[in-house]
């Protein structure tokens, strides 16, 4: 089984930025998509971005498209979000996750292994 710890978030104002990082342990995620999910206060969760396992195919929801960039290190076992122009209806706690679909996957259900969330939050 493959563990996902997030890290990197915080408190930041809004039009700053912040990179998440997700670390796999007990195993490697380079055969996995991965995705990033956040859930705000009252809100169902959230499909944030995706990578394919070779990180050559991403996707983003459309809210944060031009602000947000999901990078992955095979050789690292990481994945990163780096957000950039935060806004505060950015605010939430997000998640990475691994799944066995190639390219990643835009619905939660799909996915196998979740790491256990990081805050971010943005302050007006």
């Known amino acids: 089984q493959v563990q996902l710890v997030e890290s990197g978030g915080g408190l930041v104002q809004a039009g700053g930025s912040l990179r998440l990082s997700c670390a796999a342990s007990g195993g490697t995620f380079s055969p996995y998509g991965m995705g990033w999910f956040r859930r705000a206060p009252g809100k169902e969760r959230e499909f944030v971005a995706r990578?394919?396992?070779?990180?050559?195919?991403?996707g983003y929801t459309d809210s944060v498209k031009g602000r947000f960039a999901i990078s992955r290190d095979n050789a690292k076992n990481t994945v990163y979000l780096e957000m950039s122009s935060l806004k505060p209806e950015d605010t939430a706690v997000y998640y990475c996750a691994a799944t066995r679909r190639a390219s990643g996957a835009s619905y939660s259900y799909a996915y196998d292994y979740w790491g256990q969330g990081t805050q971010v939050t943005v302050s007006s």
């Open positions: 990578i394919s396992r070779s990180g050559d195919i991403t």
